[in-house]
């Protein structure tokens, strides 16, 4: 289940005055895990866009199971009613294989797209692996489809990676003067990898420059 908040400066900008919103929930057999790690952003013509971390439902004899993609929401109210969640597809309604992962959205102000940052697969995964690929793909705010031609990688699995390396649990800012995206990043291991703890503890930041 998600949930809204809305806040308001009250008269003296001293504090903020804060109001519950709509909650967004879904069926368990529609997403294992329910929906989390929910990012928003407001749309050019006012609209909240969310994209949701889900999970895959294997098939069984009572039901036909789930893929492993996001989930999408949009509300045209502020944050007081919200759209069934539905998977987030390219502009010719296929999938978007993504596995239970962290996402991220964000509405450039150099050129006033948006754009997500997540792990996007060829094909459908179940759990939380491989996230051995990270991209960025440009969300259009009108049909709020992925522009296939746009998914870019930003990091993939080298030869000298451990082959249970997650590009993942990322933080990202735009730069207030290039207004590049900058993208700060730790290698991050699987649960089943016995190095998990143990394998680089560095940093990484990453520049995307955005076109204008």
């Not at 895959?56 to 502020?78: C, E, T, Y």
């Not at 007081?80 to 509405?107: A, I, M």
């Not at 649960?191 to 998990?196: G, K, L, N, Q, Y």
């Amino acid at each position: 289940c998600m949930g809204t908040l809305r806040g308001q400066w009250n008269p003296d900008a001293t504090a903020i005055r804060w109001q519950q919103g709509g909650s967004l929930a879904i069926d368990p057999l529609k997403s294992f895990g329910g929906l989390a790690e929910p990012q928003a952003c407001e749309l050019p013509d006012g609209r909240i866009f969310v994209l949701l971390r889900a999970g895959n439902v294997l098939a069984s004899q009572d039901h036909p199971g789930v893929p492993s993609v996001k989930l999408w929401s949009v509300s045209s109210d502020r944050g007081d009613h919200w759209s069934s969640p539905e998977p987030l597809t390219y502009e010719d309604g296929r999938y978007v294989y993504s596995p239970r992962s962290y996402q991220d959205l964000v509405l450039s102000t150099k050129n006033g797209r948006l754009y997500a940052v997540m792990n996007i697969l060829d094909a459908p995964s179940h759990m939380c692996d491989p996230r051995s690929t990270l991209q960025i793909a440009e969300i259009d705010t009108e049909t709020l489809c992925v522009r296939r031609g746009t998914v870019t990688v930003i990091e993939t699995r080298l030869e000298e990676h451990h082959e249970l390396v997650r590009f993942s649990n990322f933080a990202m800012a735009e730069d207030r003067t290039s207004r590049n995206l900058l993208l700060f990043m730790k290698l991050h291991m699987a649960e089943s990898c016995f190095v998990r703890y143990g394998y680089d503890h560095s940093l990484y930041r990453y520049e995307i420059s955005l076109p204008d």
